[in-house]
């Protein structure tokens, strides 16, 4: 078992910026992939970005690419979100999860999520 808690969300104005935060506990963070994936209101939770175990690789989503990264210290079980020039449609709830397998884009492919923290960029 792996427990996530995701910190750093808050309110913030187009153009700005925010750190997210997902600690683990558990097992060993270090051998899992890890996602963060966003869900607004009324709509389907959307992939984000997603580094491997080593954070040797990542992967974004292209409405976040250039403005968005991720990464990870495994020596402190956490990994990191940066988020840059935010806008109003990237106000959701943000949720980290962990892979036991290689990380990916489809929600299925992750096996622990956190509780999610709320983001919200005013215009």
């Known amino acids: 078992q792996v427990q996530l808690v995701e910190s750093g969300g808050g309110l913030v104005q187009a153009g700005g910026s925010l750190r997210l935060s997902c600690a683990a506990s558990?097992?060993?963070?270090?051998?899992?992939?890890m996602g963060w994936f966003r869900q607004a209101p009324g709509q389907e939770r959307e992939f984000v970005s997603a580094?491997?175990?080593?954070?040797?690789?990542?992967y974004y989503a292209d409405s976040v690419k250039g403005r968005f990264t991720i990464s990870r210290d495994n020596a402190k079980n956490t990994g990191y979100l940066q988020m840059n020039s935010l806008k109003p449609e990237d106000t959701a709830v943000y949720y980290c999860?962990?892979?036991?397998?290689?990380?990916?884009?489809?929600?299925?492919?992750?096996?622990?999520w956190g509780q999610g923290t709320q983001v919200t960029v005013s215009s």
């Open positions: 999860a962990a892979s036991r397998g290689t990380y990916g884009y489809r929600v299925s492919s992750y096996d622990y």
């Open positions: 558990g097992r060993t963070f270090s051998s899992y992939a």
């Open positions: 580094v491997s175990w080593s954070a040797g690789s990542t």
